[in-house]
């Protein structure tokens, strides 16, 4: 028997989620507005069963909770042409990539590619063989020519997605035949076909030649004004589902499984997926979303903990990721990305490695996670993940090994400082108890689940290393610019409330006020595009990506600081990281890197455990969490969803792995 539906008023006396947490108030319609259907899709098909939900039949349906917000540009399918919120379901079921990196399953898929490709000894030839027999939804087979196009059109296309990387590498990209392409490189790189095609939450896909070709002439250049615009509505689908229709006013899109599935990468590995329809919707703020979940008008969310915790106290149904919902109820430590605070690097003072180690010194690192993740998140201090499987033996170990006994800080005046604190874990489990939670007294449990340790929380030291760069204190104890004047400066985020980016700016604002900086906290529409535009001093972030799953390789998690992708003019798009950092031995790393064998590790041991050494001593981000996708999920209508006890696929509903999750549900009946 259900739990009786929550209200607004119910679930305020449940959780703790203050008025930051509420911002962003927009409910989902509960029955279908006026949708706008593009031309050619299939009308809605009509609902066999008594219970519908925006005109869809519900036991056929899953609804899912789209990431980033409602959509800006609704009718714009043209991702290659720039941001187009892909989490609308394009990267999760509509787009095949040539392979799919699954963190849960420890693999790489190989998705419309057969195999990984052949690469030559040289590093400069990479032959990749693509699956024979896979259909644009329109019908049309999808072959080599698409991919070798693909290529050749971003390289072509400045400012396209992807341009940056395949311009500067790509001689050439041919198809022999229908199932094979050679890319020919200008540099060795025996990584480029991860750094490209290789999706864990997004990558460069196939464009449909036959579409796309009308904006390229024969001596291959493209008509740019044209492409820009072309809003490529209705978009084709390489994967298992197909558009259906979507909410002009961007708060919803819908998706129908396609008849000739089979024709699809995803059909052909994993079967068929199961629900006819998927529905990726806005849902407002936590308040609505876990009151869709209690009404069983959702069944995957994005949630924070209080939210979560809400929501399973309410409806029997609804579940986090661990059985008989045990503290910390999610995927605390698995997710492949650090989650933390970047600075705008090209702005003073944060262009001063004292002034960023201070403000890392101004946090306590248990308080800033039980800010930011309720104590349940990893500490992960360093610029990559600390529970990485891979990286444990080449770089964590003699990482904190070296920052227990060697690495210190200048704070001036002849006195130095060690930053690292091994007992940050345990604190945080003591944290959690005495709010009343329970965890085991299991010293590699409470590491495997919470890290290996934090940086020190040392406001002394914080403020000798401001007073060695020139700051001062007034009377009230806020701290002055050099110059004198007030030290101001805004954290920014977007509007997603639960996620990374707004949780650790949330967390770092509580921790810099407290210190006594007149910090201001700034949310807005424009997220990732205002970043990459400079237009920012510092802001919540993912700091660091994920490497890849075959080896303990750091390429991919650091190739974007290369100075050959910094643009130092704040006024134009920044196509590297965001914080606009880079060195000039970096870059040396980043190239023998590039041409090194990836299993070679007696070679790039070394040098990666340089380049981390590096990245401490002048942190350019601040590094502080796993960065969590707190979720919970209903059985009400659908069960199978993956779990602690049965993690058997990388388990977002916002990943490109969610086709292939899709397969393993099985409706209740209901």
């Not at 998705?111 to 896979?134: C, N, Q, Y």
């Not at 409470?446 to 290996?452: A, D, M, V």
């Not at 992708?565 to 040396?588: C, I, M, N, P, T």
């Amino acid at each position: 028997m259900n739990k009786r539906q929550l209200t607004r008023r119910d679930f305020l006396r449940l959780t703790t989620i203050g008025a930051a947490g509420l911002a962003a108030a927009c409910v989902a319609p509960t029955s279908a507005p006026e949708q706008a259907a593009p031309a050619g899709a299939a009308a809605p098909a009509a609902a066999p069963e008594a219970v519908t939900m925006m005109g869809f039949p519900r036991s056929e349906t899953v609804f899912a909770q789209q990431l980033t917000g409602r959509n800006a540009t609704p009718s714009n399918f043209n991702y290659w042409a720039g941001w187009r919120q892909q989490d609308r379901g394009m990267q999760q079921i509509m787009n095949e990539p040539l392979w799919v990196d699954d963190f849960e399953r420890g693999e790489i898929i190989n998705a419309l590619a057969t195999s990984m490709p052949e690469i030559s000894d040289d590093f400069k030839t990479m032959t990749i063989k693509i699956r024979d027999g896979v259909l644009w939804s329109d019908g049309t087979e999808l072959t080599a020519e698409d991919l070798a196009f693909t290529v050749e059109f971003i390289k072509a296309t400045p400012a396209a997605s992807y341009n940056a990387s395949v311009a500067r590498q790509v001689e050439s990209a041919v198809a022999t035949d229908k199932t094979t392409v050679v890319i020919t490189l200008k540099e060795p790189n025996p990584r480029f076909h991860y750094e490209n095609f290789c999706d864990l939450w997004g990558s460069l896909w196939v464009m449909p030649k036959h579409i796309f070709g009308q904006f390229m002439s024969d001596d291959g250049t493209v008509d740019t004004e044209a492409f820009f615009a072309f809003e490529y509505n209705p978009p084709l689908s390489s994967g298992p589902y197909k558009l259906h229709s979507f909410d002009p006013a961007g708060n919803w899109t819908a998706w129908e499984k396609r008849e000739d599935w089979t024709k699809t990468p995803t059909g052909m590995i994993f079967g068929e997926p199961k629900p006819k329809y998927v529905v990726f919707v806005d849902y407002g703020d936590f308040t609505a979303r876990v009151i869709a979940m209690t009404r069983h008008e959702v069944d995957m969310v994005d949630l924070d903990l209080p939210a979560i915790r809400a929501a399973i106290k309410a409806d029997e149904s609804a579940r986090g990721y661990f059985a008989n919902q045990e503290f910390p109820y999610i995927q605390s430590n698995r997710h492949p990305g650090v989650g933390g605070v970047i600075f705008n690097t090209l702005k003073p003072p944060f262009d001063n490695p004292d002034v960023r180690w201070a403000l890392q010194l101004a946090i306590d690192p248990v308080s800033y996670q039980t800010t930011a993740y309720d104590g349940a998140a990893a500490l992960n201090p360093l610029p990559i993940v600390v529970n990485g499987p891979q990286m444990k033996e080449p770089y964590i170990e003699p990482l904190v090994k070296w920052l227990e006994e060697e690495f210190t800080l200048d704070l001036g005046n002849g006195e130095t400082l060690k930053v690292w604190d091994p007992t940050a874990p345990t604190r945080l489990v003591e944290e959690a108890r005495a709010r009343g939670f329970e965890f085991p007294d299991d010293p590699e449990l409470i590491k495997t689940s919470f890290g290996w340790g934090a940086f020190k929380y040392d406001p002394d030291a914080a403020a000798k290393l401001l007073k060695k760069a020139g700051f001062t204190q007034d009377g009230d104890g806020k701290w002055l610019l050099p110059d004198g004047t007030p030290w101001t400066f805004t954290i920014y985020t977007d509007t997603l409330p639960g996620r990374w980016a707004y949780q650790n700016a949330q967390a770092a604002f509580v921790e810099w006020k407290r210190f006594g900086i007149d910090v201001r906290f700034e949310v807005g529409d424009a997220g990732q595009l205002r970043i990459a535009m400079g237009q920012y001093d510092v802001a919540g972030a993912q700091t660091h990506g994920s490497n890849y799953l075959e080896n303990p390789d750091l390429f991919r998690t650091f190739t974007a600081f290369h100075s050959e992708y910094l643009e130092r003019d704040l006024s134009k798009r920044q196509f590297g990281h965001a914080s606009r950092w880079s060195d000039a031995r970096v870059d040396e790393i980043l190239d023998t890197i590039q041409g090194t064998n990836p299993n070679d590790t007696a070679t790039l041991q070394p040098i990666g455990l340089e380049l981390l050494q590096i990245f401490i001593k002048n942190l350019p981000t601040i590094s502080a969490t796993t960065s969590l996708d707190p979720y919970a999920v209903s059985s009400y209508y659908w069960t199978g969803w993956p779990s602690a006890e049965n993690h058997f696929i990388v388990p977002y509903h916002h990943y490109p792995n969610f086709k292939y999750l899709l397969t393993f549900l099985e409706p209740t009946g209901k």
